[in-house]
């Protein structure tokens, strides 16, 4: 079973901040890499899927990267509406979310 | 409006079912996969149940799998989930979801209900 891990759990910075949040898996998925944003009391919003590529609609100051074991989440010049809580999830075998990353406002 | 609306939620005793349904508009409903992914209280996303689009073939998590079955009605747009033998931990809202792809599936979700809470205490 992939375990993913994300880090750090909470990210506290300031708007205009550039945020950068890691997500690993405990086995390579390869590029089967997908993150979501979880504002406060609302569902999960796609951002990322195939480790690199923007869902539609999604700003261009979200970017991610990597491949294998290892992935980021850059998040660039950070805004209001941008502290949320982020999970990573792979979906190499089955969909499997990390525990997640909270950006809250330092 | 392309949404999805979930069912509302209960409280259920521990050892009950629940049925939990979904029904999506404004898309080709049978073209894609649908799953239902959990949040308990505080926590994380957890996947438990998807059902492919034309085929209807079911997949369940190591968790739910052979407590839960989960079905669709294609010309209803809709997608149930028959919960069986809930516990405790089974607490937690539900969202119903669509895989991004058509046609296939890829297992990432590009559009989500608002979630519904289903609590399982005595």
């Known amino acids: 079973e992939i375990v993913m891990t994300q880090s750090p759990a909470t990210l506290s910075l300031s708007p205009g901040d550039r945020a950068t949040l890691s997500c690993r898996a405990s086995q390579s998925v390869t590029n089967n890499l997908a993150w979501y944003q979880q504002r406060p009391g609302q569902a999960p919003r796609l951002l990322i899927y195939?480790?690199?590529t923007r869902a539609t609609g999604v700003s261009a100051r979200f970017s991610g990267s990597g491949s294998g074991t290892d992935f980021t989440l850059t998040i660039t010049s950070l805004q209001s509406d941008d502290f949320a809580i982020y999970y990573c999830?792979?979906?190499?075998?089955?969909?499997?979310f990390g525990g997640g990353t909270k950006v809250e406002i330092k | 409006e392309v949404e999805l609306l979930e069912s509302g939620g209960s409280l259920v005793q521990p050892g009950g079912s629940f049925r939990l349904s979904c029904a999506a508009s404004g898309f080709t409903f049978s073209a894609h996969t649908m799953s239902w992914v959990r949040q308990a209280p505080g926590k994380g996303l957890e996947w438990v149940a998807g059902i492919s689009g034309p085929g209807a073939h079911p997949f369940y998590a190591e968790s739910v799998n052979g407590r839960w079955i989960i079905s669709r009605d294609n010309s209803k747009n809709t997608i149930d989930l028959q919960m069986n033998s809930l516990r405790v931990e089974d607490t937690a809202v539900y969202y119903c979801v669509r895989d991004l792809c058509r046609g296939g599936t890829c297992w990432y979700f590009d559009l989500w209900g608002r979630g519904t809470l289903v609590t399982v205490s005595t």
């Open positions: 999830q792979e979906y190499l075998t089955w969909p499997r």
């Open positions: 195939d480790a690199s």
